[in-house]
């Protein structure tokens, strides 16, 4: 599926694969020698990916791209991103590789994380309440499903990405410090505690800086995770001396699960110990991106490659916050647009700040549709030289569908107005003589589409329907309209003939520019300023169906109902 694309990944100007030749010059840079980067790179871009490999051994070894999830909430909005743009980033990777580098993406869960704070939408929240700063992995499911809410969480994770098709490798804090996979180099980190903290100490508060260590030990006694002063350090027994809960000191091995980091010093624990290579993050991460970089070098790593992305806006151009609830949530996306729409939507410009709100899902359902379109049909005359930059390319990590939706989202959303359309059975009355043969079966994303275009149509377009009577000019333009229509053969589903009788009558009538009649159109007809091409609009709605809507605009009915 990725192979034979090295040639075109190479001068392909989309952000992926831009990432993906760094990330390539990287894991060169890093594991060879100068004489052999330069043999493995002449042999690369001579598509022998796979020759390069078995010449060196050491790009046998996994490329590694990571991302977190904070085990404290359930997945959303940021989870979904957090996975998509990496994986976009390693389908481009694998691409330019000819697949024959190996890949992971790690999905990595922060479960041993102490709870902060009790969330909202949970039952039984006293349980919680109960087990405040333990490490989620230690708390109580409130929804008595799993051993604990971090595990809980977990599982809604692992079933979450699941249903998007994504590739990924779960890793969980809790089992990583356990287990002793972190063992190394939280000793390391023990014993070059002092270097940490003069990278630490200048980034915090005075108040902080006097009680800060890069050690949250937990306590052997509530099992609560502490932010307290390290008081000793004993490098022979891997161990440090806090004081606990009840002002005794208590010595704890920093191995094993004794401890958890602070989360600077913890996330280049992990790229340190996970060897991780490439890992995106917000822009307001930025300085913790630094600091993390100077930490994973003094504990013997080398930082990853970086991206950082621009943040989401709500409808107010306000940054979009969890505490707030402001935005759009996951399930409201996909209440009313595709998982695709939304995929295509976070691909479009990370560098570049967005609105994340209800207003974007038709445009970019829209958008998304005529860049799969395009792609298939760039695919059908045999021209594969573009598809690679093309977004839905990128979107379905690419293996994009064969067949895409013979109906625009704004035009579902049409004729949901026009024909009062409340079921999906009623819409595909109209879309069953436009496309004779159709059906759910065989037009799955139609099928989808028309779901979510009754969703958006009840929830945001009817409530904000506002009809107007036509002016004289408008009248005169509409009844020259109806003659023109009624003179059209009978049944006709010629979308292009409309449109060109639909122009004829704006122009008769002395529009200018012509768009203004479009929008008295769909402003008269439909209660709302915009809309798709009202030619394949009356193609599906039919033209008896249209005279009469507009008959009933001119006797004003639509404005009295």
């Known amino acids: 599926m990725l192979q034979g694309l090295s040639h075109q990944a190479r001068e392909a100007k989309s952000w992926p694969f831009a990432e993906a030749r760094s990330l390539l010059a990287r894991i060169l840079r890093l594991r060879l020698s100068d004489a052999e980067r330069d043999l493995a790179a002449s042999l690369i871009n001579e598509g022998k990916a796979y020759e390069a490999v ?5 790009l046998a070894r996994p490329v590694v791209l990571q991302c977190g999830y904070g085990a404290s909430g359930l997945p959303h909005l940021g989870t979904f991103l ?17 697949d024959a580098i190996p890949t992971r993406l790690i999905v990595f869960s922060d ?7 009790v969330p909202g939408n949970v039952p039984n929240p006293h349980l919680l309440e109960q087990d405040l700063n333990k490490p989620v992995t230690r708390v109580r499911d409130p929804f008595g499903e799993h051993e604990s809410f971090g595990a809980h969480n977990n599982a809604r994770l692992l079933a979450f990405l699941d249903s998007f098709g994504f590739e990924y490798e779960f890793m969980s804090a809790t089992e990583c410090y356990t287990s002793g996979r972190f063992d190394p180099v939280l000793l390391r980190a023990l014993e070059r505690f002092d270097d940490i903290q003069k990278i630490m100490l200048p980034t915090l508060g005075e108040e902080r800086r006097a009680t800060y260590s890069p050690f949250l030990p937990i306590s052997p006694k509530t099992g609560r995770v502490l932010q307290v002063p390290t008081l000793e350090r004993h490098l022979e027994r891997g161990t440090i001396v806090f004081r606990d809960e009840d002002g005794e000191l208590t010595e704890v091995p920093v191995t094993g699960g004794g401890v958890k980091m602070q989360w600077r010093p913890d996330w280049a624990l992990r790229w340190t110990a996970l060897e991780v290579d490439y890992e995106m993050s917000g822009k307001d991460l930025i300085d913790s991106v630094k600091v993390s970089t100077q930490v994973c070098k003094v504990l013997g790593g080398v930082p990853p490659e970086t991206f950082h992305f621009e943040l989401f806006m709500d409808e107010n151009n306000q940054k979009i916050s969890k505490s707030k609830g402001n935005g759009l949530t996951m399930e409201e996306w996909l209440r009313y ?9 976070l691909y479009q410009s990370p560098k570049s700040a967005k609105r994340l709100y209800f207003d974007v899902i038709p445009k970019a359902a829209d958008e998304y549709l005529q860049q799969l379109d395009a792609l298939i049909r760039k695919r059908a005359e045999g021209d594969n030289s573009a598809q690679i930059d093309n977004p839905a390319w990128h979107v379905h990590r690419g293996n994009p569908p064969d067949k895409g939706s013979p109906v625009s989202f704004s035009l579902l959303l049409n004729l949901v107005s026009a024909g009062d359309a409340s079921t999906k059975e009623i819409l595909w009355g109209f879309l069953s003589r436009y496309l004779p043969g159709a059906t759910p079966q065989s037009e799955p994303l139609l099928d989808r589409l028309a779901g979510y275009a009754i969703n958006y149509y009840e929830d945001f377009v009817r409530p904000a329907k506002r009809f107007r009577g036509p002016t004289e000019q408008e009248r005169a333009a509409m009844q020259d309209l109806v003659r023109r229509l009624k003179a059209l053969p009978a049944g006709c589903q010629d979308a292009e003939a409309i449109q060109n009788e639909v122009y004829e009558a704006g122009k008769t009538a002395g529009f200018e520019p012509l768009r203004a009649w479009f929008q008295a ?29 507009i008959e009933q605009a001119l006797a004003g009915e639509l404005v009295a109902g």
């Open 337 to 345: 647009g595709a998982p695709e729409s939304l995929a295509y939507y």
């Open 54 to 58: 078995r010449t060196f051994p050491a």
């Open 111 to 117: 479960d041993m994380d102490g709870l902060r704070k």
């Open 521 to 549: 159109l769909y402003e008269v007809l439909l209660g709302q300023s915009q809309g798709p091409r009202f030619g394949s609009f009356v193609a599906i709605f039919g033209i008896e169906r249209t005279v009469a809507l």
């Open 82 to 98: 957090e996975v998509s743009r990496p994986s976009t980033v390693r389908t481009a990777f694998r691409a330019l590789t000819e």
